[in-house]
């Protein structure tokens, strides 16, 4: 999946935030790596895909739109009629060459366009023909998401292309399969492409949606008036037209006598990355990170050391980045980070937290406490969910995030935002409640 001309691959960097002292004993070491990309086609927080190539250039890539044509798009219907104008927008940002399709999604999945298990290739004739079969489709049937994301594999595979990347509307819950299907076809995904995954209106369930990007390494989001979605769609797609380069994945090397606790990306969302490493030979693991514009990342690692005696130092880690090939080569993009330990008994080298870890601890807590708040809520442990809302408040505004603070505050009344004393509110709009939860994850980086 890694195929590019070389011209394409952006310049990566890499710095390490740390305090490598350890008290006499000691053995946890937690650091920030900071991964940079530069030379992409997304611009700071701005896209400027995909008119930075000129026609035909640029990375090779394939799309694959799924929408929604359950029943339920039919309630109402500008929802139906909104989906179509949003995949619309989205096949008109696509560049020129890149391949493309469009899946109807229902209890199966349907090949809306161009048809016969085949990718369009995007020009002004192929976008006009999509855009006159968007006008066909229709809602009625049930909700099999598993089936789509089979169907954009098999598409999506067919290409031979850099870039290969998914996006996925749903209105309603995944009712016509069981779960495990569904976790059958994101594990068979996994890895083979990524996702954008959209959930529109409220009748569909955050953990579905916020799961499937997870598990395909995309953005997840709640488009809660039908109106927004061609926006949406449209910054969607410039997006995916920006990136550059696939299946990058970060390489953790430790010595002997060490084990990794954890590796997880906390900008510019928390996501877990622990348990999906693979073997890269001894003592090495590659944990991936999709792929990759012009942007930033922040991961948290952490490491379990051998404790030592003062006066001792180590290298705790190895941090690298690497495009492991099909065929058992690997390309090393060029980024390296060390993760030190230094025993000492200074004190106060010894118990400063680095700024960067401590806020990135923060904003991890913040994630979590949102997730637990909520789904006490919904159990109707009042308490319970009062004090970890009342938690989340504290830390959203210590650490400066002002977006989940607002988000916050439509679900809890703030009291004193310092303390975290909230109190519930009596009714709260779905789409608010629904909002939090999936944006919960949104991180801030460190105030300079």
Same mark, same amino acid.
Do not use: W
């Given at each position: 999946m890694a195929?590019?001309?070389?011209?394409?691959?952006? @310049?990566?960097? /890499?710095?390490?935030? @740390?305090?490598?002292?350890?008290?006499?004993?000691?053995?946890?070491?937690?650091?920030?790596?900071?991964?940079?990309?530069?030379?992409?086609?997304?611009?700071?927080?701005?896209?400027?895909?995909?008119?930075?190539?000129?026609?035909? @250039?640029?990375?090779?890539?394939?799309?694959?739109? /799924?929408?929604?044509?359950?029943?339920? /798009?039919?309630?109402?219907?500008a929802k139906m009629r909104n989906a179509r104008d949003a995949t619309a927008a989205a096949i008109d940002t696509l560049?020129?060459?890149?391949?493309?399709?469009?899946i109807g999604g229902t209890h199966v999945a349907t090949e809306v366009y161009p048809g016969g298990g085949r990718l369009a290739v995007a020009d002004a004739r192929t976008r006009a023909e999509a855009r006159e079969a968007l006008r066909r489709l229709s809602a009625g049937g049930g909700t099999a998401i598993g089936t789509w994301l089979r169907l954009a594999d098999r598409l999506l595979a067919s290409a031979d292309v850099a870039i290969r990347h998914g996006i996925l509307l749903t209105d309603g819950r995944?009712?016509?399969?069981?779960p495990a299907d569904l976790k059958s076809a994101?594990?068979?995904?996994?890895?083979?492409?990524?996702?954008?995954?959209?959930?529109?209106?409220t009748d569909w369930e955050v953990k579905e949606v916020t799961g499937i990007a997870s598990a395909l390494l995309g953005t997840a989001d709640i488009v809660a008036d039908p109106a927004a979605l061609a926006a949406d769609f449209t910054r969607m797609m410039e997006a995916a037209m920006g990136k550059e380069v696939a299946d990058v994945a970060l390489r953790v090397w430790t010595p002997v006598g060490t084990s990794i606790r954890f590796v997880k990306q906390v900008a510019p969302t928390v996501e877990e990355l622990t348990g999906r490493r693979t073997e890269a030979g001894p003592r090495a693991g590659d944990y991936p990170t999709g792929s990759w514009g012009d942007e930033s990342r922040?991961?948290?690692?952490?490491?379990?050391?051998?404790?030592?005696?003062i006066g001792r130092e180590m290298l705790a880690a190895r941090v690298s980045?690497?495009?492991?090939?099909?065929?058992?080569?690997?390309?090393?993009?060029g980024a390296q980070g060390l993760v030190r330990a230094v025993w000492t008994d200074d004190m106060t080298a010894s118990t400063s937290i680095n700024p960067q870890v401590a806020h990135y601890t923060g904003q991890a807590e913040l994630a979590q406490v949102i997730q637990q708040g909520l789904d006490l809520r919904k159990a109707g442990d009042f308490d319970g969910a009062t004090a970890k809302l009342g938690r989340?408040? @504290?830390?959203?505004g210590a650490s400066g995030n002002a977006d989940t603070a607002k988000l916050l505050a439509k679900v809890v009344d703030v009291v004193d935002a310092a303390t975290g004393t909230v109190?519930?509110?009596?009714?709260?709009?779905?789409?608010?409640?629904?909002?939090?939860?999936t944006r919960s994850t949104k991180t801030v980086r460190v105030k300079k």
């Open positions: 195929n590019f001309a070389k011209s394409n691959v952006p @310049q990566f960097s /890499m710095d390490v935030y @740390q305090n490598e002292y350890l008290p006499e004993g000691g053995s946890e070491v937690n650091a920030i790596v900071t991964v940079s990309a530069t030379g992409g086609g997304t611009i700071g927080s701005a896209v400027t895909a995909p008119h930075l190539y000129a026609p035909g @250039q640029g990375p090779s890539a394939a799309v694959a739109v /799924m929408v929604d044509c359950s029943g339920s /798009m039919d309630y109402p219907p560049r020129d060459g890149v391949h493309f399709a469009v995944n009712e016509h399969e069981a994101l594990d068979a995904c996994a890895g083979r492409f990524t996702c954008d995954a959209r959930g529109v209106g922040d991961y948290h690692l952490c490491v379990e050391v051998p404790p030592a005696g980045l690497v495009i492991p090939e099909a065929d058992g080569t690997v390309q090393n993009l989340a408040v @504290q830390l959203a109190r519930l509110k009596a009714k709260v709009a779905e789409a608010d409640e629904m909002t939090l939860e």
